[in-house]
């Protein structure tokens, strides 16, 4: 599709207001989104994780859970709501706040950081896809995957690794450059099938011994001792380690709510979150608990708990279980990718190239750049510890959202110009100092170096889970102080 012939040269038809005819978004689709946010490996070793290994009370989890999800939604309802009333996504409505240029220089941070991420998630997606390939080669004969060409390596990959990479990538680059409403029904189908697949992992764990496995999640609810003051500073961790691990989506949500119908929709839809958070946390625990109680019995002890749903699966050592689960870990990690990598680096490299890219040529942009990622991880860009550095690129969101939230609701009054906002022109309401706003600039830049701090001083290291919130406030109260009249 042609760019539209206007005579504001950072219009583009990805990034132009939404139509409120195609504002179809509602409460439901909003579940299956954060559903597909909780639904991955991570997340679900994480929750497995503080419930089973840290010797943590139960109920100090849960509900420093609930609090940590709390957050979440607040600050997704701040974020959200200039998008949904405007129909922007995130980089565009950055503009209003830091200038079309510091918007295109600063927004591609979010690409940068989905784009790498897209790159190493795509390769362990690809290592699932390769376990099934050889389930199937072996099944066919056992001596095929001795043979010279499966045990020839480059940069760490075999044939096997070869094609089962290139084919998700080539796949995740065509499927997903469609457009917003069909990614929503992607979305939509792969939250149900997750969960299905976890009610069918979680009557495997239970009918291979009933009262066995309930007994043993029976047990882990400890109510005792939950009131101890000793107990805040868990509830507090709990609360800031769930809270860190949707920081990464909470920036570009408006590219998200910018469909969504109203703004009833929108906050009944992030309330949605919690119960996602409780039906996984459940599903999650009970199948950890219930197979380390089985697989202690099988194999007498075991010397450690299993969290990884990979892992857990080895143990079982069943063939048809394996390949099930398999496939539900498939449709999970690429739904997860989608959402929290693909679609904001899209929206963000476009908005740094508005006359240029569109949605598919970004799309081709991210995956080429993903491959390569996902071709040196392994053998080059996972010993370099690379990830402290892209973790310094993301010490910008939670400054980048403290700027917009003061910008918009206390400094603009929740009111924006849908025609300056793709403007150039000087006389523009958002052109400031040749399209850079330096209040905003200097606000942002003291805040990321708050943030930034608990990256790389040893001695804050300790506050590395509440990086986000530091800088959001650091920034938030400098600009305020700056930029009010």
């Keep these: 599709m042609n760019q539209p012939k206007v005579k504001y040269s950072l219009s583009n038809w990805d990034l132009v207001t939404v139509n409120p005819n195609y504002k179809k978004w509602d409460w439901k689709d909003l579940f299956c989104y954060w559903g597909v946010n909780v639904q991955s490996i991570i997340g679900f070793s994480l929750i497995a994780s503080l419930y089973t290994i840290y010797s943590l009370n139960t109920f100090v989890v849960f509900f420093g859970t609930i609090l940590g999800s709390l957050l979440v939604y607040l600050f997704s309802n701040l974020i959200g709501a200039p998008s949904q ?23 591609l941070f979010r690409s940068i950081v989905g784009i790498f991420m897209f790159g190493i998630q795509t390769y362990f997606l690809s290592k699932a896809i390769g376990y099934l390939i050889r389930i199937l080669i072996f099944s066919i004969d056992n001596s095929l995957l001795d043979q010279e060409i499966f045990l020839t390596f480059l940069l760490g990959l075999n044939i096997i690794d070869w094609i089962s990479f290139s084919g998700v990538i080539i796949f995740q680059a065509l499927i997903f450059s469609v457009g917003i409403q069909f990614n929503k029904k992607l979305i939509n189908i792969s939250a149900i099938t997750v969960y299905a697949g976890m009610i069918f992992f979680f009557f495997v764990v239970l009918l291979s011994d009933v009262k066995v496995t309930s007994k043993a999640f029976i047990d882990i609810l400890d109510f005792k001792n939950f009131l101890d003051i000793n107990n805040l500073v868990p509830l507090v961790t709990v609360a800031g380690t769930i809270f860190t691990y949707f920081s990464i989506i909470i920036l570009s949500f408006g590219d998200y709510s910018r469909y969504v119908k109203d703004e009833k929709n929108l906050e009944k839809g992030n309330y949605s979150l919690i119960l996602n958070l409780i039906i996984f946390s459940f599903f999650a625990v009970f199948i950890v608990i219930g197979s380390d109680t089985f697989l202690n019995q099988k194999f007498e002890d075991l ?43 899209q929206y963000s490299l476009i908005n740094s190239m508005p006359s240029k890219l569109t949605l598919k040529s970004a799309s081709y942009i991210i995956s080429i750049i993903g491959f390569l990622i996902g071709i040196f991880w392994l053998t080059f860009l996972s010993q370099i510890g690379i990830l402290s550095f892209i973790d310094t690129f993301g010490a910008f969101f939670g400054p980048l959202f403290g700027l917009i939230i003061t910008d918009y609701y206390l400094i603009k009054k929740s009111s924006l110009s849908n025609k300056d906002i793709y403007s150039v022109e000087v006389d523009s309401a958002y052109y ?16 990321f170096i708050f943030s930034a701090s608990t990256i790389w ?3 804050l290291m300790f506050l590395q889970s509440y990086a986000w919130i530091i800088g959001a406030i650091v920034t938030s109260i400098t600009y305020y102080l700056l930029a009010k009249e």
Excluded at 85 to 106: D, I
Excluded at 325 to 344: D, G, Q, Y
Excluded at 432 to 447: D, E
């Design 85 to 107: 009333k405007f129909g922007l996504p995130f980089a565009v409505l950055l503009r209003s706040s830091l200038g079309f240029r510091g918007a295109k220089f600063f927004g």
């Design 457 to 459: 001083n040893v001695n």
């Design 303 to 345: 010397d450690r708990i299993f969290t990884n749903p990979t892992d857990i699966i080895g143990k079982f050592d069943n063939l048809q279980i394996t390949i099930a689960v398999l496939f539900f870990i498939i449709v999970a990690s690429a739904s997860t990718n989608l959402v929290a990598n693909f679609i904001p680096s």
């Design 432 to 447: 400031y100092s040749k399209g850079w706003h330096i209040k905003a600039t200097y606000s942002l830049i003291l805040g």
